[in-house]
């Protein structure tokens, strides 16, 4: 993937966010029931369990909810129920939210129950950007190690540095929200092989990454907070340089590796976007969360993440 192909990609799909209409201030009251990172909603049952077979009434919920890629606690409801069409079940829903993580993180950017839920959005993706900061860091030792071309681990770096920008920024949002900066913890890096680096590059740049690009600039056209829109309008090429950095890498890499390693390369990269695309079906937020922060409901998000893949990966999401 080109630097030439990318942008077009892009491009084409920021188009498509609804672009704010009203310059509305950020308010400080958020009624509603948004737990932190991850909140209730309701799924119509899957077509087939993880284990192939078919629901019926006797399934219990969590494996109703893992099927969906939802987690628990959850329930069910019975067809008729409180007006349920159908039968349904309640899990709880991620919050869409991407970037670049190195291995060993081991914190997730969750703070305290009473942050308000806008606040704590804010803080999960100041957390995701101080993440960063080591990957690339590591990326750009590890570039350098095995010999990657200059410009490469220049760009690296060059990275590292944007994601202290990008926290601090996000730092300052969720602040504004009254939600603190999340604890960064990252395991001590163990040298690893030109496969390992490509599988992580693969995952966590050509998809998630990119994916999070992709996020930065519609919430920079959508969030109808103006301090949400200029923050994520200055991150947004930044990322989008990111990801092709992150392209880049994957075609220098791929050059290097056997066909062998190359096939698993492209397997995670794979799964990587069948994992985004469960992510997108279950993420949730408030509407008013939704709104002020810009980022798309779960039906949108979904359709994006199919479109990109689409263009980047075709095949992937069939
Ligand atoms: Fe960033
Ligand atoms: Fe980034």
Redesign the pocket.
């Known amino acids: 993937m080109s630097r030439r192909a990318l942008r077009p990609v892009f491009k084409r799909l920021w188009l498509l966010a609804p672009v704010v209409t009203l310059g509305v201030g950020c308010s400080s009251t958020w009624g509603c029931d948004f737990d932190k990172n991850s909140g209730p909603r309701t799924f119509a049952l899957p077509a087939t369990l993880n284990d192939g077979g078919v629901p019926t009434q006797d399934t219990p919920c969590e494996d109703l909810c893992e099927a969906l890629g939802a987690t628990t606690p959850c329930s069910r409801i019975a067809k008729g129920e409180g007006g349920a069409e159908a039968d349904m079940v309640t899990c709880e829903a991620s919050v869409l939210c991407e970037?670049?993580r190195p291995e060993g993180l081991c914190s997730d950017g969750a703070v305290a129950a009473e942050v308000p839920p806008l606040g704590a959005l804010f803080a999960r993706m100041a957390h995701l950007?101080a993440a960063?900061v080591p990957a690339?860091e590591r990326l750009a030792d590890e570039l350098a190690g095995h010999g990657a071309p200059e410009r490469l681990v220049r760009a690296a770096r060059r990275?590292a540095k944007?994601?202290v920008r990008?926290a601090s920024a996000m730092e300052s949002l969720a602040l504004r929200q009254g939600a603190p900066m999340p604890e960064l913890k990252v395991a001590p890096f163990q040298p690893r092989s030109l496969e390992a680096l490509a599988i992580e590059n693969a995952v966590e740049g050509c998809v998630r990454?990119t994916f999070?690009?992709l996020l930065a600039g519609w919430q920079a056209r959508s969030a109808e907070d103006a301090q949400v829109r200029e923050s994520l309008g200055a991150?947004a090429p930044?990322?989008l340089m990111?990801?092709e950095l992150s392209w880049a890498i994957d075609a220098w890499a791929m050059e290097q590796l056997s066909p062998e390693a190359r096939e698993r390369v492209d397997a995670a990269r794979r799964e990587a976007w069948r994992e985004l695309e469960r992510n997108a079906v279950t993420s949730h937020l408030p509407d008013d969360v939704a709104r002020l922060s810009g980022l798309p409901a779960a039906d949108v998000a979904r359709r994006l993440v199919r479109e990109l893949a689409a263009e980047l990966m075709p095949g992937a999401l069939a």
């Open positions: 970037g670049r950007e960063s690339f990275a944007d994601e990008h990454e999070g690009a991150i930044d990322e990111h990801a």
